[in-house]
């Protein structure tokens, strides 16, 4: 199970820092991902963490802004997002697959619930 939090309200320009916490014992054998979907559009990549926290990777929207971590010691992925958009505003998922690191939604295996950012202008 994953329970995403630190979503809000914030300007642009502005950061915030999401946090994913995963229950069970074998969270560092996951890659883990996070996705976002604004509202009427389809759910996209945003960055992904291999399971020793090595490897990122990031969409070329977010890269620069965006930085992806994880402790596997606490169970949890964050998302440090900084000089942030209008157009960042999004419901944002952590997601956990087995296997190498993906972009892809379809890839992976457990969804969080979600946690809404608005970014005001």
């Known amino acids: 199970q994953l329970q995403a939090s630190g979503g809000g309200l914030v300007q642009a320009g502005g950061s915030l820092r999401l946090s994913c916490v995963a229950s069970?014992?074998?969270?560092?054998?996951?890659?883990m991902g996070w996705f976002r979907q604004a509202s009427g559009k389809e759910r996209e990549f945003v960055a992904v963490?291999?399971?020793?926290?090595?490897?990122?990777y990031y969409a070329d929207s977010v890269l620069g802004r965006f930085t992806i971590s994880r402790d596997n010691a606490k169970n949890t992925v964050y998302l440090q997002m900084n000089s942030l958009k209008p157009e960042d505003t999004a419901v944002y998922y952590c997601a956990a697959r087995s296997g190498g690191s993906s972009t892809y939604v379809r890839e992976y295996d457990y969804w969080g619930q979600g946690t809404q950012v608005t970014v005001s202008s």
């Open positions: 069970g014992r074998t969270f560092s054998r996951y890659v």
């Open positions: 963490i291999s399971w020793s926290g090595s490897t990122t």
